[in-house]
């Protein structure tokens, strides 16, 4: 039996990635579009924050250093993300039915890398931001065909 390469693993695979617009899951993303052409659709699970919209965020996201030469040499691959609104605190996630639906039978991998870093939080609210949302996104995750990484 001989092992596929990375690329060829990820080939027509879709991927749902929370932490997106953190340091991480920006290298992450653009990691993925850069080493595996052939990938499917990468959902990005984005909140609102500070008045700022889903969509908007990953255009501000797109600006940055880890997307330069994506931007530059394959600006096509940028078509393969599609950002899902949603917010890991939230049982469900907050998503819509059409969401959940479509990353339930689509979705073949799950990149949690969503994480609150602030180290001045309340115990309560730290529990919530990392251990609870974790749950959240691992019952998501068991809903759909996927490798958990």
Same mark, same amino acid.
């Given at each position: 039996m001989? /092992? &596929? ?12 990635? /929370? ?6 899951? @920006?290298?992450?993303?653009? &990691? ?14 984005? $909140? @609102? ?7 908007? $965020? ?9 997307? %330069?030469? =994506?931007? +530059? %040499?394959?600006?096509? %691959?940028?078509? &393969?993300?599609?950002v ?6 939230? +049982? ?8 959940? +639906? %479509?990353?339930?039978?689509t ?10 870093? $602030? ?14 949302? /974790?749950?959240?996104?691992? /019952?998501?995750?068991?809903?759909? $065909? =996927?490798?958990?990484?």
């Amino acid at each position: 039996m001989t /092992t &596929k390469s990375i690329p060829e693993w990820f080939a027509s695979k879709s991927i749902l990635i /929370t932490g997106s617009t953190g340091f991480m899951g @920006k290298v992450l993303v653009s &990691k993925l579009l850069l080493s595996c052409p052939d990938i499917g659709d990468i959902y990005l699970l984005i $909140r @609102k924050k500070k008045g700022c919209d889903p969509q908007a $965020r990953l255009q501000l996201i797109l600006q940055q250093e880890p997307f %330069r030469i =994506l931007k +530059e %040499r394959y600006p096509e %691959r940028l078509k &393969k993300l599609v950002v899902v609104f949603g917010d890991i605190t939230d +049982e469900g996630l907050a998503l819509n039915i059409a969401d959940k +639906e %479509r990353l339930i039978s689509t979705v073949s991998v799950v990149f949690h890398m969503a994480a609150n870093v $602030r180290f001045d939080l309340p115990l309560k609210n730290a529990v919530k931001s990392n251990t609870v949302s /974790t749950v959240n996104v691992i /019952t998501l995750a068991k809903q759909v $065909r =996927l490798s958990v990484n």
